[in-house]
């Protein structure tokens, strides 16, 4: 690894892990990094984990240090996300490299269309267990099954059935995201580690990015504005990766 590689993996790192907090898209991203600096696109999956679960970890501590509630929900929500992840980690194994790569640039496409969708209307009433009704538990095993398979993009479909169907502000959908991903990620991370499909080296010094952008995030989370210019970040980003894979 080169000098020049480090410093991406850390720039990128920082840039994907503040998205991933305040908005959603850090590992459409990552990933690519990984791929265009030349590990196997498999390898590339497992490695991407390690800083999604360390910036997760952060996020996490500082959400809590600020004075998040909901874990007891959080936890709950976790579960079946859970379950679907590590399916989805095992079938992530299974598929030959092309087929990953298109799968991934179709997934960027479509997360791309999911961010321009109008907002929902909201429900300011305080969330209760009786609210997680079973079509949100099954979509979070969905979610899960998705995320344990390629994770890219993820942080958006949780906030079309947090934000969307629960119908919560994206502050509360930021800490209800951090908290439920860090969970089922590490199950999926076990995964990966079992069949050696992470390089530790490109992963660590993607995590320190990742962590540093994740405490950034934190400090912004209550910011429309700030959550708006890096919703348009990342689509400028997601349309420049998308023309590189397209075009080999």
């Known amino acids: 690894m080169t000098a020049l590689e480090a410093f991406a993996l850390v720039g990128f790192g920082i840039v994907a892990g503040f998205i991933n907090v305040l908005s959603a898209g ?7 990094l990984l791929m265009f600096l030349g590990l196997p696109t498999q390898v590339a999956n497992g490695t991407n984990r390690v800083a999604i679960v360390l910036q997760s970890v952060s996020a996490v501590a500082n959400f809590l240090r600020a004075g998040a509630s909901y874990i007891g929900l959080s936890l709950r929500l976790s579960i079946p996300a859970v379950i679907g992840s590590l399916v989805g980690a095992w079938l992530a194994m299974q598929v030959s490299d092309a087929l990953f790569e298109a799968i991934l640039i179709a ?6 269309v999911m961010m321009l969708l109008p907002q929902p209307t909201l429900d300011t009433r305080p969330l209760t267990p009786e609210r997680l009704t079973l079509p949100i538990y099954a979509a979070m095993f969905l979610i899960g099954l998705y995320g344990g398979f390629i ?7 949780f906030i079309v059935v947090l934000h969307r169907m629960l119908k919560i502000d994206l502050a509360q959908v930021n800490v209800f995201k951090v908290f439920i991903i860090l969970i089922y990620c590490l199950p999926a991370l076990a995964l990966f580690m079992w069949f050696d499909q992470i390089r530790w080296n490109y992963g660590l010094l993607l995590a320190l990015g990742s962590m540093t952008g994740a405490w950034l995030a934190v400090k912004v989370n209550m910011s429309p504005r700030g959550a708006i210019w890096i919703k348009r970040f990342t689509l400028a980003v997601i349309v420049a990766i998308l023309l ?3 075009l080999g």
């Open 107 to 112: 997934v960027m496409a479509g997360s791309a």
């Open 244 to 246: 590189r894979l397209l």
């Open 26 to 32: 850090g590992s459409m991203l990552t990933l690519p």
């Open 151 to 157: 994770q890219v993009g993820v942080g958006l479909l």
